[in-house]
C-alpha cells in the first residue's frame, strides 16, 4: 500500500478517523514551516495537507488568503514548497503529504514536470482545487504515469448523479465540503452531514474526509463517527496568525491545539 493507503487503514485499524491537518508552505517563513510541520507530526496527524501558496485562492476563506500572503511576502517559491516536503521526507517516510493548490501553479510550468518533481520530492496526492474531472484528462495521466495519488471535491450542492462521476476519478481519497462558500472556521457543523455523507459512500468505498469549518474536539468527534477522515485547517493557521514573530508560541500553541483535536477521532 502507499502511505496514502496505510495511514487510514493504520487509523481503522486502532478505531478512530484519520486526522488531516491543513497549513500553508512557507507560513510565515521557510524556517518556522519546517517546525510547524515537526509540530504537526509529533501531535499525532495522520495526513499532511500543504498548502502550495498563490497569488488569488479563490477557494480560500480570510485566514487562509493571509496565511498565502504571508508565505508569498516572505519569499516562498514553487522550489522552496519542494524543498519542505524534502526535508519533511528526510525525518518521516510514513506520514502522507497532499497539495493543496491551483491549476496554474501547476500548468504554468509543466504540468508532467511539476507532478514529477512533486513526486520526487515525496509529495504522495494533489487536491487541485480549480480543475474539476472534465477538464482534468492531462492531470489524471501524469498522475497515473508518476504514481502520484488524485483528490477530489465533492459540495453539499453535488448531485447525487454526479457524485459518482466525480469520485471514480479520486485514486487517494474524496474530500467532502461539508459548507457551501470558503474556508474557515464555523461555529457549528452542517445539518445535512449525516444524509451527505451516507449518500456520498452509496457511490464510492473511497477513503471520504469532511473538512470546511471544523475547529474544535466537539466538532473533530462527529465528524469521526461518520467519515474516514476529518480535516482542520482555519483553526491551525489562525495559531500561527494568532502569534507572529513568536515562534515558540506558534509552535507551543498548535501542538497543544492539534493533540486536543486528534483526541477527538477516536470513534465508538
Do not use: W
Given at each position: 500500500?502507499?502511505?496514502?493507503?496505510?495511514?487510514?487503514?493504520?487509523?481503522?485499524?486502532?478505531?478512530?478517523?484519520?486526522?488531516?491537518?491543513?497549513?500553508?508552505?512557507?507560513?510565515?517563513?521557510?524556517?518556522?514551516?519546517?517546525?510547524?510541520?515537526?509540530?504537526?507530526?509529533?501531535?499525532?496527524?495522520?495526513?499532511?495537507?500543504?498548502?502550495?501558496?498563490?497569488?488569488?485562492?479563490?477557494?480560500?476563506?480570510?485566514?487562509?488568503?493571509?496565511?498565502?500572503?504571508?508565505?508569498?511576502?516572505?519569499?516562498?517559491?514553487?522550489?522552496?514548497?519542494?524543498?519542505?516536503?524534502?526535508?519533511?521526507?528526510?525525518?518521516?517516510?510514513?506520514?502522507?503529504?497532499?497539495?493543496?493548490?491551483?491549476?496554474?501553479?501547476?500548468?504554468?510550468?509543466?504540468?508532467?514536470?511539476?507532478?514529477?518533481?512533486?513526486?520526487?520530492?515525496?509529495?504522495?496526492?494533489?487536491?487541485?482545487?480549480?480543475?474539476?474531472?472534465?477538464?482534468?484528462?492531462?492531470?489524471?495521466?501524469?498522475?497515473?504515469?508518476?504514481?502520484?495519488?488524485?483528490?477530489?471535491?465533492?459540495?453539499?450542492?453535488?448531485p447525487p448523479e454526479r457524485v459518482?462521476?466525480?469520485?471514480?476519478?479520486?485514486?487517494?481519497?474524496?474530500?467532502?465540503?461539508?459548507?457551501?462558500?470558503?474556508?474557515?472556521?464555523?461555529?457549528?457543523?452542517?445539518?445535512?452531514?449525516?444524509?451527505?455523507?451516507?449518500?456520498?459512500?452509496?457511490?464510492?468505498?473511497?477513503?471520504?474526509?469532511?473538512?470546511?469549518?471544523?475547529?474544535?474536539?466537539?466538532?473533530?468527534?462527529?465528524?469521526?463517527?461518520?467519515?474516514?477522515?476529518?480535516?482542520?485547517?482555519?483553526?491551525?493557521?489562525?495559531?500561527?496568525?494568532?502569534?507572529?514573530?513568536?515562534?515558540?508560541?506558534?509552535?507551543?500553541?498548535?501542538?497543544?491545539?492539534?493533540?486536543?483535536?486528534?483526541?477527538?477521532?477516536?470513534?465508538?
Amino acid at each position: 500500500m502507499n502511505r496514502i493507503e496505510n495511514a487510514f487503514a493504520k487509523a481503522k485499524s486502532e478505531g478512530r478517523s484519520a486526522f488531516v491537518s491543513y497549513v500553508c508552505a512557507g507560513d510565515p517563513d521557510a524556517e518556522t514551516s519546517l517546525d510547524v510541520c515537526r509540530s504537526l507530526i509529533a501531535s499525532g496527524v495522520d495526513v499532511l495537507e500543504i498548502g502550495v501558496p498563490f497569488s488569488d485562492p479563490l477557494a480560500d476563506g480570510l485566514t487562509n488568503q493571509l496565511a498565502a500572503q504571508r508565505a508569498l511576502e516572505a519569499g516562498t517559491t514553487r522550489e522552496d514548497v519542494f524543498d519542505l516536503v524534502r526535508a519533511i521526507r528526510k525525518e518521516n517516510d510514513s506520514v502522507p503529504v497532499v497539495f493543496y493548490t491551483y491549476y496554474n501553479l501547476m500548468f504554468s510550468g509543466g504540468l508532467d514536470a511539476y507532478i514529477a518533481e512533486a513526486k520526487e520530492a515525496g509529495v504522495d496526492g494533489l487536491l487541485v482545487l480549480d480543475l474539476p474531472p472534465e477538464e482534468a484528462t492531462d492531470h489524471l495521466a501524469a498522475c497515473e504515469k508518476h504514481g502520484m495519488k488524485t483528490v477530489f471535491l465533492l459540495a453539499p450542492t453535488t448531485p447525487p448523479e454526479r457524485v459518482g462521476h466525480i469520485a471514480r476519478f479520486a485514486t487517494g481519497f474524496i474530500y467532502y465540503v461539508s459548507r457551501t462558500g470558503v474556508t474557515g472556521v464555523r461555529e457549528d457543523l452542517a445539518d445535512d452531514l449525516s444524509e451527505m455523507v451516507a449518500m456520498i459512500r452509496e457511490h464510492s468505498e473511497m477513503p471520504l474526509v469532511v473538512g470546511f469549518g471544523i475547529q474544535n474536539q466537539d466538532q473533530v468527534r462527529a465528524v469521526a463517527e461518520l467519515a474516514d477522515g476529518v480535516v482542520v485547517g482555519s483553526a491551525i493557521v489562525n495559531t500561527i496568525k494568532d502569534n507572529l514573530g513568536n515562534r515558540e508560541a506558534i509552535l507551543s500553541k498548535m501542538s497543544s491545539l492539534v493533540t486536543d483535536l486528534v483526541a477527538g477521532t477516536k470513534v465508538g
